[in-house]
């Protein structure tokens, strides 16, 4: 994660900026590396096949959803499978990466940082509300004249909060692509503490510039001169969360526990507070990936 640094902000509660980092060499998707001779194969009794989810709260909660998808794994696979639930990116990747975790789900920082390090590649993303990104922008009060992202230099900047990746980690990659420092270069940054709240804060000049969810000031009606909120630039989409197999994982097991996790869709989608399932690909983070580039930022950086 880019690392944060927390300084006072008027009685507004933290503001936090990224600390610059050195531009490392990007290097997109290596080849996977093959399983070790030495490993044994996925799904079993030495090393059962795994599901990892990522949910919020108690991993209890989810008992029933979890007896569905293990039980829909054994009948697709024929094999010794173990199914958990987590709260955190950062155990799935790690899985992912060193061969212990055979599916899992990532968000979309975290599946770069294992599509880099050749360990996953993308089975479904899941859609919330008909979507299948998050998209954020950037806005600016139209009295200050601020027409580009080049002109928020020494502005004052409003986004949601600091773990908001449309709000903050985004465009702080955006702001660092156009050659703009957040840290010595914005006059200061406000959590707002939410979307409607950036919007109304920007309205009233109190900050010169914010960062929203795409169409945000559609839901602020009380607004007094509502062409005072500029839109100034729509943020790369971030995916939303996905199911990734490991490079462990042989076609013929990747087939059969893709029809055993359509099987138990409704239990998936529980787990995953989702509406759907689309097919993803490694090519829909092309734009995250090219972004980054041209910050000069490490995707493992930024991986939770």
Same mark, same amino acid.
């Given at each position: 994660?880019?690392?944060?640094?927390?300084?006072?902000?008027?009685? /507004?509660?933290?503001?936090?900026?990224?600390? !610059?980092?050195?531009?490392?060499?990007?290097?997109?998707?290596?080849?996977?590396?093959?399983?070790?001779?030495?490993?044994?194969?996925?799904?079993?009794?030495?090393?059962?096949?795994?599901?990892?989810?990522?949910? @919020?709260?108690?991993?209890?909660?989810?008992?029933?959803?979890?007896?569905?998808?293990?039980?829909?794994?054994?009948? !697709?696979?024929?094999?010794?499978?173990?199914?958990?639930?987590?709260?955190?990116?950062?155990?799935?990747?790690?899985?992912?990466?060193?061969?212990?975790?055979?599916?899992?789900?990532?968000?979309?920082?975290?599946?770069?940082?294992?599509?880099?390090?050749?360990?996953?590649?993308?089975?479904?993303?899941?859609?919330?509300?008909?979507?299948?990104?998050?998209?954020?922008?950037?806005? !600016?009060?139209?009295?200050?004249?601020?027409?580009?992202?080049?002109?928020?230099?020494?502005?004052?900047?409003?986004?949601?909060?600091?773990?908001?990746?449309?709000?903050?980690?985004? @465009?702080?990659?955006?702001? /660092?692509?156009?050659?703009?420092?957040?840290?010595?270069?914005?006059?200061?940054?406000?959590?707002?503490?939410?979307?409607?709240?950036?919007?109304?804060?920007?309205?009233?000049?109190?900050?010169?510039?914010?960062?929203?969810?795409?169409?945000?000031? =559609?839901?602020?009606?009380?607004?007094?001169?509502?062409?005072?909120?500029?839109?100034?630039?729509?943020?790369?989409?971030? @995916?939303?969360?996905?199911?990734?197999?490991?490079?462990?994982?042989?076609?013929?097991?990747?087939?059969?526990?893709?029809?055993?996790? =359509?099987?138990? =869709?409704?239990?998936?989608?529980?787990?995953?507070?989702?509406?759907?399932?689309?097919?993803?690909?490694?090519?829909?983070?092309? =734009?995250? /990936?090219?972004?980054?580039?041209?910050?000069?930022?490490?995707?493992?950086?930024?991986? /939770?």
């Amino acid at each position: 994660m880019i690392a944060l640094l927390a300084v006072s902000c008027g009685g /507004r509660g933290p503001v936090i900026l990224p600390t !610059a980092t050195p531009p490392p060499t990007f290097t997109p998707g290596p080849t996977p590396i093959p399983a070790r001779p030495t490993d044994p194969p996925p799904g079993s009794a030495e090393n059962p096949l795994s599901l990892y989810l990522v949910a @919020p709260g108690s991993p209890s909660r989810y008992a029933d959803e979890v007896d569905t998808l293990g039980d829909a794994l054994v009948s !697709a696979t024929g094999l010794v499978v173990e199914v958990q639930v987590t709260d955190s990116y950062a155990v799935v990747l790690e899985g992912l990466c060193n061969r212990t975790i055979h599916i899992g789900t990532l968000d979309a920082f975290g599946y770069l940082a294992a599509s880099q390090q050749g360990c996953a590649t993308p089975a479904f993303v899941v859609e919330r509300d008909g979507e299948t990104t998050v998209q954020g922008q950037l806005i !600016a009060n139209s009295q200050t004249l601020i027409a580009n992202v080049e002109s928020f230099r020494g502005r004052r900047f409003c986004r949601p909060s600091s773990d908001s990746a449309y709000g903050w980690i985004m @465009p702080s990659v955006a702001l /660092r692509a156009r050659g703009i420092d957040p840290l010595n270069e914005l006059n200061t940054v406000i959590d707002a503490g939410s979307n409607e709240e950036v919007v109304q804060l920007v309205h009233d000049l109190e900050c010169d510039v914010g960062a929203t969810l795409l169409g945000a000031e =559609e839901a602020v009606d009380d607004l007094d001169r509502p062409e005072f909120v500029s839109f100034i630039e729509a943020l790369t989409p971030i @995916p939303n969360d996905a199911i990734v197999f490991s490079s462990a994982v042989n076609e013929p097991v990747r087939e059969a526990s893709l029809e055993a996790l =359509e099987m138990g =869709e409704t239990a998936l989608l529980d787990v995953m507070s989702a509406d759907g399932l689309k097919t993803a690909r490694d090519s829909d983070y092309d =734009e995250m /990936r090219d972004l980054f580039a041209s910050a000069g930022i490490d995707v493992l950086s930024l991986s /939770r």
